[in-house]
């Protein structure tokens, strides 16, 4: 019987996931109902691996791991709200963790039983009903899943960094755990409609085999091309091998490569729920925004559900503070291109809109020059506008002086209703894309 040729993985069109920007990644699981805290075992003032690593990090017994999935009963749990609120932050996809480290899902497998559907008393699919919500809504929908899997039998021991697994089983093979996982990537992909897979390594270990790397041991190239026979437009990050954009973690790069990228953060210090999680201030995701646009990455910031499913007040209240700033900025960063200049102005961060003709000054604090000078730049704007707040738009007396662009940043820039520390944005309008002979901004 010939084999039938599997197609080779196609590259899809990105573009609508580059202009989306601005993603909510959502962790919530089995691991939520803890808090960060087993037995008075916790790790304050951190965080650090008491969150969706406490099944490992507080050595809970995996009977007793299993036992609480008896009482998870999140009824606080509302997909529309979290999208409409995904949504009004200008977060316009969302990746939630369908399967973290633990192999607890929170959708319905038909290939385990360890599921929020089958082992709990929440007979609802959390992931269908963000699924809906995300359709609903137009917010493209991702999942989340976790390489390692420490609760099913036929993943080897040896595949965590840290050999753990709750029932290690000697049968156990590489071969047979693919298949497992190739079974529940087609659910998340066919019944589920993920347009966006985000594969996670945190335990994972591919045994290091002399010249053998992860996308070889797992076969990432046969994987993803059986999956983009389901969905040909299909996106798959870094972190199972090849994938179409990297995922640097808590940080943002200083010099992106030439490929597509997205920093994932946590809107605390904690990826899972925990009971003493410390909030950032807003503007620092705002200005992370600004940096990322300006850079040409995405910006994937996680919010962590309670037990109860619903969304901590100071994760709410921090988003809508970011979809203020968005309300009138986000002409700045959705959709936007990178910087036309090389390097990063002292002032702020430099973003375009899709054709070039119009620039956006992302100013996070004023110049000791009090000038932003665009290099290579004799084109005046047609008009100039504070996203902010139009009304007090000031005047930036734009002029050109040895073939650049000076513009005057006032000490004072209003922010509208929004703290100063917000990056108050222009917007240089022209009548086409201006000649501009790249050089070194300040
Ligand atoms: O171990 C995980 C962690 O819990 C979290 O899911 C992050 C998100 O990118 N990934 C791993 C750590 O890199």
Redesign the pocket.
Known sequence: MPTIPRPEPTTPDANWWRDDRFGMFI?WGLYSAFEGEWEGRNNKPSSWGFD??IQLFADIPAADYRNAARSFTPDGFNAEEIVLLAKAAGQRYLIVTAK??DGFCMFDSDFTDFTITKATPFDRDPVAELRDACERHSIDFGVYYSLPDWHEKTMPQEMSTYRYHSQPDSSASVEKYREFMIGQLKELVGKYRAKILWF?D??FDVFKPEGRDRSDVLGTTDLIAQLREINPQLLVNNRAGLGDFSTP?QHIPDQPGDRLFEA?MTIGKA?GYISYDEPKPAHVFTRNLSDLSHKGGNYLLNISPKPTGEVADWQRETLEEIGAWMDTCAPAIHASKPSPWPGIPEWGRITTNSDGSTIYLHVFEQPAIGFAILPGMTTIPARITLLNDPDNTPDMFPRTLKGDLWLHLPEQISRGSLAPEHPAVFALEFEQAPAITVQQTS
Do not use: A, N, V
């Open positions: 962790h969706c690593w973290h480290h996670d945190g335990d973690e994932c990826w």
